[in-house]
């Protein structure tokens, strides 16, 4: 006599495979919501206590301060970043910007920054690419000329600074002050700069690339706050006269 037994569907793997989903979903948002606000979380913990007592110009309030023009801003930023732009090529950085490919008086040079441990760090007038050097954007001066020297860093976390990387070597430029020294070495002579600006502007702000012929200043540029590409930072210094 045959036996037949009635086995009552089971659901059980079904829910774990839901279940399994729904924790994946969940995660892949949180990192997402996470990704997007970074920027914001590691200007409160990085750059807002040091920018705290300096005379520092930011479109960056002190405290957080969650606006609609702030999430717009976060989540543009958000897609440049998975975009696939390659930020280790200067000129991708001001893309709209019209860069100028004059024959620059000097192929190379280097740069110290001694707040920031940097010494003789090579700055290359003839090319873009911030993983092999300092970019002296094409079209501005040299130091000593008069105009402004505009030269192009790479940063990232803090952490991870290496002043020997170019990847890295900004990384710490959040710590600079008025007053800090920038020493730029061009054909065995050195010339000083005396940093007397610091400033925190939107990444599309060309009016940082502008030529002022009253004297000679350099310009540094980096990504902030580091570790992301939301803002630029931007040092300026101007040359002391020789003694």
Not at 31 to 38: A, G
Not at 127 to 145: E, I, M, Y
Not at 181 to 190: D, E, P, S
Not at 213 to 236: A, E, H, M, N, Q
Request: one cysteine or more; glycine letters at 4%.
């Amino acid at each position: 006599m045959n036996k037949y037994v009635y086995k009552k569907p089971s659901f059980w793997n079904a829910k774990k495979i839901i279940r399994f989903f729904g924790l994946v979903t969940f995660l892949v948002g949180l990192s997402i919501v996470f990704y997007v606000f970074s920027p914001l979380i590691i200007w409160q913990i990085t750059l807002a206590p040091a920018f705290a007592d300096q005379d520092i110009t930011a479109p960056i309030p002190n405290h957080s301060q969650v606006t609609a023009s702030t999430i717009t801003s976060l989540f543009s930023t958000g897609f440049q970043s998975l975009s696939g732009v390659d930020f280790t090529d200067a000129s991708n950085w001001y893309p709209h910007y019209d860069f100028k490919h004059a024959p620059p008086r000097e192929a190379s040079y280097f740069l110290s920054i001694p707040k920031l441990n940097i010494t003789n760090a090579s700055v290359s007038t003839t090319d873009t690419d911030l993983s092999k050097h300092l970019v002296n954007l094409a079209g501005t001066s040299v130091p000593p000329d008069k105009g402004n020297t505009v030269i192009f860093g790479h940063s990232t976390l803090p952490q991870l600074f290496n002043p020997k990387d170019y990847k890295t070597i900004l990384a710490n430029a959040h710590t600079l002050l008025p007053g800090d020294i920038i020493l730029a070495n061009v054909n065995g002579i050195t010339y000083t700069y005396k940093i007397f600006s610091i400033t925190v502007v939107e990444p599309d702000d060309t009016s940082v690339l502008s030529q002022t012929f009253d004297d000679s200043y350099l310009t540094l540029i980096t990504c902030t706050p580091p570790g992301t590409i939301w803002k630029r930072l931007i040092v300026k210094s101007r040359l002391q006269k020789l003694q």
